[in-house]
């Protein structure tokens, strides 16, 4: 599907469709062109008559194409990500070819948030915006990468939450969220990087598609990215000494296990010796006919116990 709006009289003409296309590139009105899951014969009608390159245009609707800039003589053409809420590793892809008298975005299914935002807003100041086809794509940009600000807010609390109930309790399952977060983070990260570097060389490029006017809106766009990087580096770091927390807590648990092990062991070593002395079946031992044997023993073997164990106090072992 096309849609073409264009700026006529102060007011928004709406075409659609080949026919459309051509009808509103004759008034010489600059125009926001919509590709919506085209078909052969939309494709066919936009390259001929805006004169697209067909490896650009077979990029722009490669589901799997990564943020990327390119320029192609009179246009520039970038494809920027916007994130999948809740789907760390998914985003949409929308490609953008900019011209000095149009701008042309395909996106390949029908529903898409961030695009009908941009045409609310294009409803509502489309005396700003149509004209300035450069200032219709940052607004493209804006609204592509606002998503990635909410996600990492949320990715954030999420990993605080996980560090308070590592070191308030570092169950097994610990570690399982921990990696799972990572992923997460990961994922996120990966997508925030190439949509960085675009918005990085759109601000460092020169182009007769690109007016001194945009250019302050696109730094400003390059500078949220940016720091959503830098707060999903930071993050991935964090995860990094969690987990190096999990480990300790668990290394500190194990260590105390296994002292109050070796306390007990170590305490029962001499009793088991007395014991086993004591029960060696010979017909002459001291306190063997003794009434009080069995007592006196047991006394031994008591105050021997808590001797050692004041002893392992004394040294702080517990």
Known sequence: MIIVRSLVDDKIVVNEGPEGLRRALINEAPDWINLITPTEEDIDAVCSTLGLH?????????????????EYGEHIFFIVHSP???????ARRIAVFLHPNWVLTVQRT???????????????????LLPSPDML???????????????????LEDITKLEDQVL????????????HMRRRVIGLARVTRSQRDVCGALCRLRHPALSDQVMPYLRNVYDHILRVFELLESAREG?????????????NRLSEIMRTLTIIATVMMPLSLLAGVFGMNFK?????????????????????????????????WF
């Open 239 to 251: 995860m990094s000494v969690t987990r190096d927390a999990y480990l300790a807590v668990v290394n």
């Open 84 to 90: 999948v809420a809740k789907a760390w590793t998914q």
């Open 110 to 128: 029908a529903e898409s948030d961030a695009m009908d935002a941009i045409a609310a807003r294009v409803e509502q100041d489309p005396q700003h």
């Open 168 to 179: 308030a309790d570092a169950s097994p399952k610990s570690m399982e969220a921990i990696l």
């Open 284 to 316: 002459s031992m001291p306190f063997l006919d003794s009434p009080a044997g069995f007592w006196i023993t047991l006394a031994v073997m008591t105050g021997l116990a808590f001797a050692m164990l004041a002893y392992f106090r004394r040294l702080k």
């Open 54 to 70: 067909e490896l650009a245009i077979r990029d722009s609707l490669d589901e799997d194409q990564p943020p990327k800039l390119e």
């Open 137 to 155: 794509a940052h607004v493209v940009i804006d609204h592509m990468t606002a998503g990635f600000e909410g996600l990492t807010a949320d990715l």
